[in-house]
């Protein structure tokens, strides 16, 4: 039962480090949905990997990750409209479960390049998003070193016990 146990949280840990290294050694960047906005589309916890495009060439349609003004972290949302104005592309978003465009208004994207969504995987997020949490980290972490530890001691003290030593 242990083996099998030890097999399947490897196996988890494997597929969890390939979901999320093999699409950024390709180029991809990853994000982690945290609220229902996208829900329908990109549900929460759901882990987005986004490619970067030239802004140029964004359509309305398009889900991209950005800063929207005033706000520290990014959000994941889709272009309702998207203009050139001087040069420079000017959207507005909304996300796909909220009823109106998003109260920002229309944002001038300044780069040449920004995120676009290029696929998703469903609730892959939750396991990044718990990796993020020093007690869950040191949990994966301290508890496979504990056993390591307290394995090697058990071989040791088997190894020097008078029954283990030849007559």
Not at 5 to 13: F, L, M, N, Q, R
Request: hydrophobic share 45%; aromatic share 6%.
């Amino acid at each position: 039962m242990w083996r099998l146990a030890s097999a399947c949280a490897i196996g988890a840990a494997l597929a969890l480090g390939l979901c999320v290294l093999v699409p950024a050694l390709l180029g991809f960047q990853r994000y982690v949905i945290t609220s229902g906005s996208m829900t329908g589309t990109y549900d929460r916890g759901s882990l987005v990997f986004d490619r970067v495009v030239p802004t140029a060439s964004l359509r309305a349609g398009d889900v991209i990750t950005f800063r929207p003004p005033g706000h520290a972290g990014l959000v994941t949302h889709r272009i309702a409209t998207a203009t050139t104005v001087r040069g420079k592309r000017v959207i507005t978003t909304k996300g796909d479960a909220n009823r109106a465009p998003d109260a920002w208004g229309s944002i001038t994207l300044a780069n040449a390049s920004q995120a676009r969504a290029a696929f998703h995987v469903p609730y892959l997020g939750y396991g990044l998003a718990a990796l993020s949490e020093r007690k869950v980290r040191m949990l994966l972490i301290g508890v496979p070193a504990l056993l390591i530890a307290l394995s090697t001691l058990g071989g040791l003290w088997r190894d020097t016990s008078p029954e283990a030593r030849p007559a």
